[in-house]
């Protein structure tokens, strides 16, 4: 199946600190974009991969699981590791997942983390319901277009395929183990005001990390999504500051100091 328009990945050749963003669940990298291009416009080396299954219907994804999106991310990050010095990884909602278990499986490739809303559990009835509903129900209902800011719109599935979010429930599981094993400086952006994941996952990651560089920021004015949202500046200009305060000459060609 064609990429739906505008779900395009994104892959900008910059200096030699690399950034690989991971968009999430049912997502696509349009959610991501702006933030991508944002790092690009400041010399940064920037990937954003789309995800098997992900960008073009939800049928698709239904042929998928965490091993696709998870191997997507890797070899993405892989490739920056070869081309650049230093590689930070970025992730919105499953993303941040996937990020923070590239940043467990890879403490020396990676120089530092940055995850928006994170997700890292399934919560509810669903997560109890979901082995055995998937063989008798195909999907649910999707959870894209969670934004505050009027006219804001997210491509994503309107349908959730249950064998992935039984899929995505595994690989949750993974993470939550391995947390203990995150080293990086860890830079988490949470939403106040998130109707998809609940403060309870942002808390679980900040209290099991083992990074003894840690910040966190509450976004006042954004849902879920919140790089498409009202604080989606903040987010981008933040990230850049902890990128360059970890990588000083970052954005330069010929090495990136520190």
């Known amino acids: 199946m064609p990429v739906l328009p505008g779900a395009e990945p994104f ?5 030699d600190v690399g950034v690989l963003l991971c968009h999430g669940f049912t997502g696509s990298p349009q959610s991501m974009r702006p933030w991508g291009e944002y790092l690009a416009d400041r010399g940064l080396t920037v990937s954003l991969p789309l995800l098997p299954g992900h960008g073009t219907r939800w049928q698709d994804m239904q042929l998928t699981g965490w091993q696709d999106w998870y191997a997507c991310v890797e070899v993405a ?13 970025c992730g919105l909602s499953m993303g941040g997942a996937l990020a923070l278990r590239l940043a467990a499986k890879h403490r020396a490739e990676i120089a530092g983390i940055v995850v928006v809303n994170p997700a890292v559990r399934v919560h509810g009835l669903s997560a109890y319901a979901l082995p055995a509903l ?19 719109k997210e491509i994503g599935y309107d349908r959730v395929p249950l064998h992935a979010a039984h899929s995505m429930r595994r690989l949750f599981a993974l993470v939550d183990g391995a947390l203990p094993q995150v080293t990086q400086p860890l830079l988490l952006l949470r939403s106040r005001e998130d109707h998809v994941v609940p403060a309870w996952d942002s808390e679980r990651v900040l ?13 006042e004015h954004s849902y879920h999504v919140a790089t498409l949202d009202h604080d989606a500046e903040r987010i981008f200009e933040e990230s850049a500051a902890f990128v360059a305060r970890l990588a000083p000459r970052a954005g330069q060609k010929g090495g990136t100091g520190g």
């Open 134 to 152: 998937r063989h008798v129900v195909r999907t649910t209902k999707g959870v894209a277009d969670d934004i505050a800011k009027g006219g804001g």
């Open 77 to 89: 990050l892989a490739e920056l590791a070869e081309r650049c010095e230093r590689v930070f990884v």
């Open 11 to 15: 892959l900008h050749e910059g200096g």
């Open 207 to 219: 209290s099991r990390v083992s990074s003894a560089d840690v910040r966190e920021i509450v976004l």
